[in-house]
């Protein structure tokens, strides 16, 4: 997430010097101009979609680790569960909890982690 985030803020540092270069720059001329602009551009932005696929990828499997250690832990609190359990809670209520529950690891808290802490080291990257 952090070599992703320092290709994004970097990114636009550079889009930025670009758009704002006196005529004569210097480092735009020893790049071969525009076009040698433009391509370290395009490096940068290549750059963070790899890190972000990456970064993606192991939020990704750490919440399927996790996902799997819930649901365990979970399937053997409902199969330790009292017969008396069963007898008051219809199986319809136990299943509609079960599945809400998972649903909820598995698609919103993965996303809502991952925003959270790209969006906290981008912030820190930006004030820093």
């Known amino acids: ?7 994004h803020v970097s990114s636009s540092a550079w889009l ?3 758009a704002d270069k006196p005529s ?14 433009l391509a370290v551009y ?7 979609t790899v890190f972000t696929f ?11 680790r996790a996902a799997k250690a819930f ?3 979970l399937i053997g609190s409902i199969l330790r569960a009292s017969m008396r359990f069963f007898d008051v809670t219809p199986v319809g209520r136990v299943l509609n909890r079960f ?9 919103e ?12 080291v981008k912030t820190v990257f930006t004030v820093w």
């Open 71 to 73: 649901h365990e832990g």
């Open 1 to 7: 997430i952090i070599l992703s985030t320092t290709c």
């Open 99 to 107: 599945s809400k529950d998972m649903e909820t690891i598995d698609k």
């Open 42 to 48: 395009s490096g940068i932005c290549l750059f963070e």
């Open 24 to 37: 004569d720059d210097a480092v735009i001329t020893w790049l071969g101009g525009d076009t040698g602009a």
């Open 16 to 18: 930025s010097y670009w």
């Open 109 to 120: 808290l993965i996303i809502a982690v991952w925003s959270y802490v790209f969006e906290l």
């Open 54 to 64: 990456f970064s993606l990828l192991l939020c990704y499997s750490a919440a399927w």
